[in-house]
């Protein structure tokens, strides 16, 4: 039985495939059961979030995962096929370890990936599929990311202009957790904005676009809400953060629309990040007291400033990883000798009980008990010895490797 890893995530596909084969939560345990139960798979995991779907499972025929996926979901094999990625016991172990410790997603480093796979775990243990092989792996997952995160700049320096977003806005806000974010437009730069925004998990998000359907989807993802593009004015003042990106030729944030909301919010201050180019935020709206304006420049600044020493932390990390999925892989491989293992000592323990029987007579007869400690010892010495010694007999010189495997097993050579 090996390890397994079977998904799709946000490199591989676009989000209408994502959607296709994306888990809710009060399904994971019937599917998890569903899995483990019609297909020979023996343990299992699933992680699902708005950029990854996956699965981690212990089974003899990796295939039977992909066609479960399909068939669960009602959808074509041969439609995800190509965007699904199956990776086999070293590269199943290496990719859960890089996914935990935020080298595989869409903001690298950040920090709430590993909560949703700690979550996959609970929700596979709740369903009875985390065995023994996935328990280990899961428990040394977690303890690879603590690593990383504690031991290399992985998360310190930002290195994308949605970190750098959020980062900006933290200079003026303690906590984003306690702020409203409204988001102008649905594309891939919004896209990333609103997953790191969301990480802070703020009180409220905001989706405005000119495509209702996109700005739907996106605000789903993230557990936000909507509302129309030619709303923005009336709801502005409702927003301590303001992100936009747009590909109109036109600023959609003017001056005077800025200076009413900030007078309907009694001058509280707000956050304004302006990633359009041509701008959606008229210039002029940055020489407002209240308002922090930010452009692709600013934010351009603060990436730079994190990007070499984010790129050695990568480097530490996955220094770290590989060592960790030898030592991972290390403990499969002993876990064949376990059969043998308990009966070598099984077999010991009979030998042991055996003498000791043999000794409780002699003491009942009389005898001293020097003597039938004396005896004890030799009978006992010479029934472990003996399969040993029998062995090497009976092979002589047609096996030299015997010779040199039983002197390791006792340390022979350590006794020199």
């Given amino acids: 039985m090996q390890v397994y890893a079977l998904g799709l995530n946000h490199h591989s596909a676009p989000l209408e495939i994502r959607e296709r084969v994306s888990f809710q939560p009060e399904r994971l345990s019937l599917a998890l059961q569903d899995l483990t139960q019609a297909r020979p798979v023996r343990e299992a995991a699933i992680l699902s979030t708005c950029n990854r779907t996956e699965l981690y499972y212990?089974?003899?025929?990796?295939?039977?995962?992909?066609?479960?996926?399909?068939?669960?979901?009602?959808?074509?094999?041969?439609?995800?096929?190509?965007?699904?990625?199956?990776?086999?016991?070293?590269?199943?172990?290496?990719?859960?370890?890089?996914?935990?410790?935020?080298?595989?997603?869409?903001?690298?480093?950040?920090?709430?990936?590993?909560?949703?796979?700690?979550?996959?775990?609970?929700?596979?243990?709740?369903?009875?599929?985390?065995?023994?092989?996935?328990h280990k792996l899961f428990q040394r997952t977690f303890a690879v990311a603590k690593e990383v995160r504690s031991t290399t700049a992985i998360g310190a320096n930002i290195v994308s202009m949605a970190a750098a977003a959020v980062h900006l806005t933290e200079r003026i806000f303690e906590r984003v957790s306690d702020q409203k974010v409204l988001f102008i437009g649905a594309g891939e730069m919004i896209e990333l904005c609103a997953a790191h925004f969301a990480g802070e998990r703020p009180k409220r998000i905001t989706v405005v676009n000119r495509t209702a359907a996109r700005a739907e989807a996106l605000a789903e993802r993230f557990g936000g809400d909507v509302a129309r593009l030619d709303e923005v004015a009336e709801i502005l003042h409702h927003y301590d953060v303001v992100v936009s990106c747009t590909g109109s030729p036109l600023p959609i944030v003017g001056l005077g629309m800025v200076e009413s909301a900030i007078k309907a919010r009694r001058h509280r201050p707000v956050v304004?990040?302006?990633?359009?180019?041509?701008?959606?935020?008229?210039?002029?709206?940055?020489?407002?007291?209240?308002?922090?304006?930010?452009?692709?420049?600013?934010?351009?600044?603060?990436?730079?400033?994190?990007?070499?020493?984010?790129?050695?932390?990568?480097?530490?990390?996955?220094?770290?990883?590989?060592?960790?999925?030898?030592?991972?892989?290390?403990?499969?491989?002993?876990?064949?000798?376990?059969?043998?293992?308990?009966?070598?000592?099984?077999?010991?323990?009979?030998?042991?009980?055996?003498?000791?029987?043999r000794a409780a007579r002699l003491?009942?007869?009389?005898?001293?008990?020097?003597?039938?400690?004396?005896a004890l010892s030799h009978g006992l010495t010479n029934k472990l010895m003996h399969a040993p010694t029998q062995y090497l007999n009976k092979v002589g010189t047609d096996d030299p490797e015997a010779s040199n495997c039983v002197q390791r097993m006792f340390n022979l050579d350590g006794r020199r």
């Fill in 58 to 134: 212990a089974c003899d025929n990796q295939q039977a995962a992909a066609d479960w996926l399909a068939d669960f979901h009602r959808v074509s094999l041969r439609d995800i096929a190509p965007y699904l990625y199956a990776y086999p016991q070293r590269e199943a172990v290496r990719h859960v370890f890089r996914v935990a410790s935020g080298l595989d997603s869409m903001v690298l480093g950040e920090p709430q990936i590993l909560g949703q796979v700690k979550e996959a775990a609970r929700h596979a243990e709740e369903a009875g599929t985390l065995g023994t092989l996935l």
């Fill in 272 to 357: 304004m990040v302006d990633l359009a180019v041509p701008r959606d935020i008229e210039r002029e709206v940055g020489d407002l007291d209240d308002v922090f304006l930010y452009t692709v420049d600013d934010l351009a600044q603060v990436v730079e400033s994190g990007v070499e020493s984010r790129q050695a932390a990568v480097i530490e990390a996955e220094g770290i990883i590989d060592r960790q999925v030898d030592g991972f892989l290390n403990w499969i491989e002993s876990r064949g000798t376990v059969p043998t293992i308990r009966a070598l000592r099984a077999h010991a323990d009979e030998l042991r009980r055996a003498e000791l029987e």
């Fill in 363 to 374: 003491l009942a007869r009389g005898e001293s008990p020097e003597a039938v400690l004396e």
